[in-house]
C-alpha cells in the first residue's frame, strides 16, 4: 500500500471512531479559520501646511540673509520680533566688518530712532549728522536730540513707506523697531552704490539757516520737533489716530503736517494765527490765496508754506499736489510720501521745477 493511501485510511478511521473516552472535546476556537480581509480604514486627509507668514521686507530680508546677516535663512527670521541691541550689534558688525563695542542689556529693545541713529554712525556720518544739529543752533533753534541723525538716515532713504492700508505699520521714532525695519535699512545700504554717503556729507557741510524772527522760530522749531515721523495718509498728529479708518500710531500727510505746525499748535500771543488757514487739503490750502498773490522763488522767507504742482507755477489748482514748509538757506521740509518720513529737502531739481509759489501765514 502507497503511503498516501495508507495516510488516507488511517485519518478516516480516527474520524470515524471520535473522541477518546474521558476527553471533552474542545469546541474550536471562535473565529478560527481564515478570518476575513478587514476594511481598510479611510485615510485621513494629510493636514495642510500651515500659510508662510510674508512680511512686507521679505525682498530686503532675502538680501540680508544671503549676506549671511541677522538669520540663517528667511524661514527663522522672525520679522515682526522687536529688535534688540545685540541683534543690532552683530547687524553693524556684519555691515561694516568691525567688531562692536561691548553691548550693555544685549536683549533691550531698539528704537525707531536708535536704529537710525546706530546705522548712521556705523557709516561714518556722525560728523554729517552733528553739522545739521549745529546749523540748527546757530540760529538759536533747540532740536530734538535725533534731529540731526533723523535728518541724515531720510537722506540715506533708510525708511519704507506703508501702503495707506497698512499705516498701522508706521512706527514713530520712540517706537520700538520690528526686525523686519533693520532688514529694509540694512538692504538699502547693502544697496548702495558710492555715492550716498558722500552726497550726505555735501548736504550737511552746507546746511545753514538766515537768522529768524521770533514767530519764525516757534513755527520751524515746531516744525523739527516732528522730525522723523512716518507720512500716514490723512494724518494730523503725532499721537495714535485712524484717519480713513487705518489705525495708526501717528504721523502725517504733506498738507496734515502744515495743518498740525499751523492749525494745531498753540502760540503764545498768536492773534489769529490759526484762523488763517481754512481748508485742510493741499489743494484747498493753495486755492486760499490768489496766484497773483503767491511768493515767488526769489522772496522766500523761512516759515512760508510753499507748494508744489505738476506743472510748476503753470499748475491749475487741481494740479497742486503737494506742500511743505520754508526753513531758508534753500531748504524746506515736508512729509513726503516718497521720503517716507518728514524731512528735510533742498529746494532744487525736481522741487524747483515743480514750485509753484507760497504763502505767508505766519506773524510779522
Known amino acids: 500500500m502507497s503511503r498516501r493511501i495508507f495516510t488516507t485510511v488511517c485519518a478516516a478511521a480516527l474520524l470515524a471512531a471520535g473522541p477518546a473516552s474521558g476527553s471533552t472535546p474542545t469546541p474550536p476556537p471562535t473565529g478560527s479559520g481564515t478570518p476575513p480581509s478587514k476594511p481598510k480604514p479611510t485615510p485621513k486627509p494629510a493636514p495642510k501646511p500651515a500659510p508662510k507668514h510674508r512680511s512686507w521686507a521679505d525682498a530686503q530680508i532675502r538680501l540680508v540673509v544671503s549676506h549671511d546677516l541677522m538669520a540663517p535663512d528667511v524661514a527663522s527670521f522672525r520679522p515682526d520680533d522687536p529688535l534688540t541691541r545685540g541683534a543690532l550689534a552683530d547687524l553693524v558688525e556684519g555691515l561694516t566688518g568691525r567688531a562692536p563695542a561691548p553691548v550693555a542689556n544685549p536683549g533691550a529693545p531698539v528704537t525707531i530712532a536708535g536704529l537710525d541713529t546706530k546705522l548712521v554712525r556705523s557709516l561714518g556720518l556722525a560728523v554729517a549728522a552733528g553739522d545739521f544739529v549745529r546749523a540748527a ?48 535699512s540694512a538692504a538699502r545700504i547693502l544697496s548702495f552704490r558710492g555715492g550716498e554717503v558722500p552726497a550726505v556729507e555735501t548736504a550737511a557741510s552746507s546746511f545753514a539757516l538766515p ?143 515743480r514750485f509753484d509759489g507760497a504763502r505767508r501765514l505766519h506773524a510779522a
Not at 140 to 169: I, K, Q
Not at 171 to 180: H, I, K, Q
Open 211 to 353: 537768522p529768524l524772527t521770533s514767530w519764525q522760530s516757534r513755527i520751524i522749531s515746531t516744525a523739527f520737533s516732528f522730525i522723523g515721523y512716518p507720512y500716514v495718509w490723512g494724518g494730523t498728529s503725532e499721537r495714535a489716530e485712524a484717519p480713513f479708518g487705518v489705525q495708526a500710531h501717528g504721523g502725517f500727510d504733506c498738507s496734515g503736517f502744515v495743518w498740525r505746525v499751523y492749525k494745531l499748535q498753540r502760540y503764545d500771543s498768536e492773534g489769529t494765527l490759526a484762523d488763517v488757514l481754512r481748508g485742510r487739503t493741499t489743494y484747498a490750502m493753495s486755492g486760499e490765496v490768489a496766484r497773483g498773490k503767491r511768493i515767488p522763488v526769489a522772496k522766500l522767507q523761512p516759515a512760508d508754506v510753499v507748494f508744489f504742482g505738476l506743472d510748476g507755477p503753470r499748475s491749475k489748482p487741481a494740479q497742486i499736489d503737494h506742500m511743505g514748509i520754508y526753513v531758508g538757506g534753500g531748504h524746506f521740509i515736508h512729509a513726503p510720501h516718497t521720503g517716507t518720513r518728514v524731512r528735510i529737502e533742498t529746494l532744487a531739481g525736481w522741487y524747483s521745477s
Open 137 to 184: 543752533r546757530a540760529v538759536g533753534l533747540s532740536p530734538p536730540a535725533r534731529f540731526g541723525t533723523e535728518v541724515t538716515a531720510r537722506m540715506l532713504g533708510l525708511r519704507y513707506n506703508h501702503p495707506a492700508a497698512e499705516d498701522d505699520l508706521e512706527l514713530r521714532p520712540s517706537d520700538t523697531a520690528t526686525r523686519a525695519e533693520a532688514a529694509y
